[in-house]
Nanobody, 122 residues
Framework: QVQLVESGGGLVQAGGSLRLSCAAS????????MGWYRQAPGKQRELVAS???????SYTDSVKGRFTISRDNAKNTAYLQMSSLKPEDTALYYC????????????????WGQGTQVTVSS
């Protein structure tokens, strides 16, 4: 079982910044990919950014140059630094991780956080 605790959401004016954190705990060998998704009202959940264990990153086009994903493997924590925020970034942001579980044989499984609200006012 992997538990994820997200923090850092809030209300910010357009052009402002926020930093989201996602800390993983529980029973696992290691965390592989860590990612941030978001879901706005009436829209499908979309992948915003992801980072591999080795640090390779990817971003959806709408946040490139504004958002930066990073991670601390020693703390099993991912971060999403969001800058130049726009009203269209308003959504519930979810952390997702792919962990290798201590089963036999070991298997990879996804886990989701509870979500943290980001609201950007114009």
């Amino acid at each position: 079982q992997v538990q994820l605790v997200e923090s850092g959401g809030g209300l910010v004016q357009a052009g402002g910044s926020l930093r989201l954190s996602c800390a993983a705990s529980g029973s696992f060998f290691w965390i592989n990919v860590m990612g941030w998704y978001r879901q706005a009202p009436g829209k499908q959940r979309e992948l915003v950014a992801s980072i591999s264990r080795s640090g390779n990153t990817s971003y959806t086009d709408s946040v490139k140059g504004r958002f930066t994903i990073s991670r601390d493997n020693a703390k099993n924590t991912a971060y999403l630094q969001m800058s130049s925020l726009k009203p269209e970034d308003t959504a519930l942001y979810y952390c997702n991780v792919q962990a290798t579980l201590p089963t036999w044989p070991p298997r990879n499984a996804p886990s989701w956080g509870q979500g943290t609200q980001v609201t950007v006012s114009s």
